[in-house]
Nanobody, 124 residues
Framework: QVQLVESGGGLVQAGDSLTLSCTAS????????AGWFRQAPGKEREFVAV????????VYADSVKGRFTVSRDNTKNAMYLQMNNLQPDDTARYYC?????????????????WGQGTQVTVSS
């Protein structure tokens, strides 16, 4: 099965940038759709961005569109999230996830494989 590990989170000030990384174990990742999700305390886990198995298609949540960029490098079994102009509302634990390519979706319920998450905290 696919195992995912996130890294790159930290404490930053509003307006700063961060790049998150997700490294996958297992040869099936390169044929999976993948995505980033986030969850703040007391809130539901929400969609941030998804990317198709070959990187050809991406979809972003309205709240991050224009600020975040998702990419992947299948030669390294890796996915990335470049986050620019971070705001306090972006504070959350960020998770990477993957799913088979039956459908290109954005709902967390459709992603069976998850990492442990990495914390992003944005101060004002």
């Amino acid at each position: 099965q696919v195992q995912l590990v996130e890294s790159g989170g930290g404490l930053v000030q509003a307006g700063d940038s961060l790049t998150l990384s997700c490294t996958a174990s297992g040869r099936t990742f390169k044929s999976h759709h993948a995505g980033w999700f986030r969850q703040a305390p007391g809130k539901e886990r929400e969609f941030v961005a998804v990317i198709s198995w070959n990187g050809g298609n991406t979809v972003y949540a309205d709240s991050v569109k224009g600020r975040f960029t998702v990419s992947r490098d299948n030669t390294k079994n890796a996915m990335y999230l470049q986050m620019n102009n971070l705001q306090p509302d972006d504070t959350a634990r960020y998770y990477c996830a993957s799913r088979v390519t039956t459908r290109f979706t954005t709902s967390p319920d459709t992603f069976p494989f998850w990492g442990q998450g990495t914390q992003v905290t944005v101060s004002s």
